[in-house]
């Protein structure tokens, strides 16, 4: 935590993370692939592992899933991370839906918008998977793991049991020795 | 507003708009959540910036994204310096260890999940398919992956859109 507050990581976490707030479709799951690349690859600020240790830390956590970015600001940079990561990466995207609801009203029976809508589905849910990718090579370093993260996707997937139980389980399996 | 921060997820913050405090009504909370998917960013916070612009404006906007944002930050800070505490020992180690396996699991459901739903066309596979494969297994930056695939995604819609 050497760098704590650090003002060119804190600038570096606000521009990189203000950027990507605007391609966040689909929410934060669509970045965290970048996000990854960045903190990991890039920056080496921290490990795969680590990071996906945060996201499950973060979905354990009441609040927006959002709240992931905040951990990994705090991460970084400590609590000034914290709130510099909350602020880059919710701002931008808060000023263009303001902007965007007002022309709601023409937005809703335009064309543009089914056709942008129809468009973007696919691409978020191909983010999505990239993220539980991006996450699945970080946290499965053990076979039993692996099996762990395949039977929390078709728990998922084709269930419709609360996500907490399976986030509990995995702890409770991983507690026991078997990840 | 700040109560919804800690319900976060969505059902529970249609019941307080909708149910409870009579903001909007059910059609017009799935009308505005489908606008916030397709908006980037968080969607529960664009949905707060929406419902707080709806009352009271731009000043409106703000306290809504305060409200939603302040206790979900300050809890998360709270359980980051509660976890690096612990983070060192074994028996956490491990069950954050399993923890995270679940959590990379439940993200990959929820993609599942919403192509099952959705069930997009062989162009929106495509569109998808490419993404996933970009960003995730190849690791590339996705922001020049993301306007080539959106200008794709855009111009197969539009083209498809004329022959029906």
């Not at chain 2, 707080?52 to 306290?63: F, K, Q």
Request: one cysteine or more; glycine letters at 12%.
């Amino acid at each position: 935590m050497e760098m704590t507050g650090s003002p060119h990581v804190l600038t570096e976490i606000a521009t990189r993370f203000a950027a990507l707030s605007l391609v966040a479709i689909g929410g934060i799951n669509a970045i965290l692939p970048e996000i990854h690349r960045v903190v990991v690859d890039v920056e080496g600020w921290m490990t795969s592992g680590e990071f996906a240790e945060l996201f499950a830390v973060a979905q354990l956590a009441p609040g927006p899933n959002a709240m992931v970015v905040a951990l990994i600001g705090w991460k970084v940079a400590g609590i000034p991370g914290a709130l510099v990561a909350t602020i880059a990466s919710c701002g931008p995207s808060s000023v263009a839906c303001y902007a965007a609801w007002q022309w709601v009203d023409r937005l809703r029976t335009s064309e543009v918008r089914a056709v942008v809508q129809r468009a973007l589905g696919p691409l978020a849910i191909g983010l999505i998977l990239a993220s539980g990718y991006t996450l699945a090579r970080g946290a499965d370093r053990s076979s039993g793991a692996l099996v762990l993260t395949i039977a929390a996707a078709a728990a998922l997937a084709w269930t419709r049991v609360n996500p907490l139980w399976v986030l509990l389980v995995g702890a409770a399996v991983g507690l026991a020795g078997l990840a | 507003m700040g109560v919804l921060g800690f319900g976060g997820v969505l059902p529970w913050a249609r019941r307080v708009i909708v149910d409870e405090r009579r903001w909007l009504s059910g059609r017009d909370f799935a009308e505005l959540i489908g606008l916030c998917q397709v908006l980037p960013g968080p969607n529960v916070v664009n949905l707060s910036v929406i419902i707080g612009a709806r009352t009271h404006g731009p000043i409106g906007s703000l306290i809504a994204l305060a409200g939603i944002l302040f206790v979900p930050v300050c809890l998360m800070l709270a359980i980051a310096i509660l976890y690096a505490s612990v983070a060192s020992d074994p028996l956490v180690r491990n069950a954050i260890a399993g923890a995270s396996a679940s959590a990379a699991g439940l993200i990959f459901g929820t993609g599942v999940r919403l192509m099952r739903e959705a069930r997009p066309p062989v162009r929106g596979l495509v569109v998808g398919g490419a993404a996933f494969v970009a960003v995730g297994i190849l690791q590339w930056p996705l922001l020049p992956m993301i306007a080539v695939l959106i200008a794709i995604g855009i111009a197969a819609e539009w083209h498809a859109r004329k022959w029906r």
